[in-house]
């Protein structure tokens, strides 16, 4: 069981606007930044959104990022087939003292 | 464009040894803190252990404290994964990624390498 949960799953159809939360607690998303990665099948991952809600360069803007609390979200808007993969939150944790990564979100467009 | 690339994976027994290397380029090593995170089969990202620009500062997820060691070679641009007492658990794809800062927590992780494979059977 991850210290930050996320679902296990999302769908939509092209078009579509999914969001992919992620929960975590005090000690980390509640006092640190949020970072997203997206793992395309048999990809490795890359940076999609990092400190909470910034693009890194190439990134469409269809995604976005925000943080409330201890719960932070994805949203991708306009959904496309080429987002089908999972999609990981992470942030450091305090009282670990290191990064913890949510379970991952499998996404499939239907 | 940065570039990562692992080496050193292959099939251990379990309570075995392997070091795992991984050589960057296009970037100046020195200034940023990298990070290991493994992928079991079929799983989830999994953090396994950091270290600052400096070398000074390093950190371990709890699965692997005490068995692993992170280190890095400025000489060489190389960062490293020394695994001891490897198990059956440890069976994963290690990716080896950049750090956006020199510090480890507050970066995110810009840059991954292709993974390699390290299996631990018997």
């Known amino acids: 069981q991850s210290v930050v949960t996320q679902p296990p799953s999302a769908s939509g159809t092209p078009g579509q606007r999914v969001t992919i939360t992620c929960s975590g607690s005090?000690?980390?998303?509640?006092?640190?930044?949020v970072n997203w990665y997206q793992q395309l099948l048999g990809t490795a991952p890359k940076v999609l959104i990092y400190n909470n809600n910034q693009r890194p360069s190439g990134v469409p803007d269809r995604f976005s990022g925000s943080k409330s609390g201890t719960s932070a979200s994805l949203v991708i808007s306009g959904l496309q087939s080429e987002d089908e993969g999972d999609y990981y939150c992470a942030v450091w944790d305090d009282d670990l003292l290191g990064w913890v990564f949510g379970g991952g979100t499998k996404l499939t467009v239907l | 464009e940065v570039q990562l690339l692992e080496s050193g994976g292959g099939l251990v027994q379990p309570g075995g040894s392997l070091t795992l290397s991984c050589t960057a380029s296009?970037?100046?090593?020195?200034?940023?803190?990298m990070t290991w995170v493994r992928q079991a089969p079929g799983k989830g990202l999994e953090w396994v252990s950091s270290i600052s620009a400096s070398g000074g500062s390093t950190y371990y997820a709890g699965s692997v404290r005490d068995r692993f060691a992170i280190s890095r070679d400025i000489s060489k641009n190389t960062l490293y994964l020394q695994m001891n007492t490897l198990r059956v658990e440890d069976t994963a794809v290690y990716y080896c990624a950049k750090g956006s800062y020199d510090y480890v927590w507050g970066s995110y992780l810009d840059y991954w390498g292709q993974g390699i494979l390290v299996t631990v059977s018997s």
């Open positions: 296009r970037f100046t090593f020195s200034n940023y803190a």
């Open positions: 005090s000690s980390n998303i509640g006092s640190k930044t």
